[in-house]
């Protein structure tokens, strides 16, 4: 059912990416055809100008400047840019485009091939000479440059908007998921306790009876360590307080309880006995829970037969706890997924333990935890990073 879910959700982004990719591409066409008309009619405008010019100087000869049609179709009031000049290239009247244009030869040159590499110029004949005559150069409108523009601002709106509402779903989505992890986690605690209670009174049973008192004392570590595991989940969603500790102790003893529960085939190595003591802040009950589950993770791996090896360093700022195992290694595109919940590449379990260990350690200890090296067949090195503290 996981995977027809996974198919359905996948479509459904898809038909949403095709629906918004089918809105800009209509909006698109809608303002690009209104821009044409648009330019159709400035274009349309200007012929008027030059034929009321040429109408004009039919009857005036040399006045047409100075009819009022057609300084009225001239003046401020239209909002095309344009230059008019006579033969000789020299202007006689402009629109909307800056004194020190007009006044550089340069900048007067670079306006006019502007100017007509948006719309061609529009000459003007005069019916007494053919060797006299003005040109108009005329460019786009502000009103239809935006039109250009205004597809392109719509798609970056749309999208914006887009990502806001993904940004926000995925925010509800993780905080829907945060209050189930935290409900469950409850829940387990919650269950979790009674047993564990009537189990302290059968050890103290076994106690007063004739049995091995080495065997009574496993069973009492070994619901020490449950109780351990109550405490942890009941703490999943709680306030977390971070107090300074001894990590080469903290987890030497989960090493210490571990190392007892393994396969005999199996050597597990740890060196923070034999090095200076380093401290961090941290909440004792969850960290161990990460390095167990580390440990966990590379006996699996191992199959029965091989090594493990918890390693703890550390430079000026941050600790470093490092479990690596010579396993069957992660595939390198692997290496981020395992940490993602669901994600296990074991028969058995729901790839939840990862995804808690990275939790734990990143939202409540502001740390990192990573792969940083593993190869097919040789195993992999998981580290754990935290901020060191100095006495």
Do not use: C
């Amino acid at each position: 059912m996981k995977w027809r879910r996974d198919i359905f959700s996948f479509r459904n982004r898809m038909l949403l990416i095709a629906v918004g990719i089918l809105l800009g591409t209509l909006s698109l066409l809608y303002t690009n055809n209104m821009a044409r008309r648009l330019r159709e009619k400035e274009q349309h405008d200007v012929s008027l100008w030059a034929h009321a010019m040429e109408r004009v100087n039919r009857d005036v000869m040399g006045g047409a400047m100075e009819d009022p049609l057609v300084a009225d179709i001239m003046s401020n009031g239209n909002n095309i840019p344009f230059i008019m000049t006579n033969e000789n290239l020299e202007v006689i009247r402009y629109h909307l485009i800056p004194e020190k244009v007009i006044d550089h030869p340069d900048r007067l040159r670079r306006a006019i091939e502007r100017l007509t590499a948006e719309n061609t110029p529009i000459p003007v004949q005069f019916w007494w000479s053919k060797n006299h005559y003005h040109i108009i150069f005329y460019g786009r409108s502000a009103l239809l440059k935006s039109l250009y523009y205004f597809p392109y601002v719509q798609l970056l709106v749309i999208t914006a908007f887009i990502l806001l509402g993904f940004v926000a779903f995925r925010s509800a989505k993780h905080d829907e998921q945060n209050r189930v992890w935290i409900g469950l986690a409850k829940e387990t605690a919650h269950q979790l306790g009674t047993p564990t209670s009537s189990l302290l009174g059968w050890v103290e049973y076994l106690r007063a009876q004739e049995v091995d008192p080495d065997a009574v004392n496993e069973m009492q570590k070994d619901l020490a360590h449950l109780m351990k595991i109550v405490d942890r989940f009941s703490k999943i969603g709680s306030e977390t307080p971070l107090t300074p500790a001894n990590i080469n102790e903290v987890v030497g003893e989960s090493v210490m309880y571990f190392r007892k529960r393994i396969p005999r085939n199996v050597t597990l190595d740890y060196n923070g006995l034999a090095i200076a003591p380093v401290r961090a802040s941290i909440n004792t009950a969850l960290f161990e829970w990460v390095v167990e589950n580390l440990m966990k993770n590379s006996l699996d791996a191992l199959q029965g037969h091989g090594a493990i090896d918890v390693h703890i360093s550390s430079d000026d700022k941050h600790v470093m706890v490092d479990v690596k195992d010579t396993g069957k290694g992660i595939p390198k595109g692997n290496w981020k997924r395992i940490f993602e919940p669901g994600f296990t590449t074991k028969t058995r379990g729901w790839g939840l333990g990862l995804s808690l260990s990275r939790r734990i350690v990143e939202e409540y200890h502001d740390g990192r935890i990573a792969v940083v090296d593993s190869e097919i067949g040789k195993g992999t090195t998981i580290r754990i990073t935290l901020k060191r503290l100095f006495d």
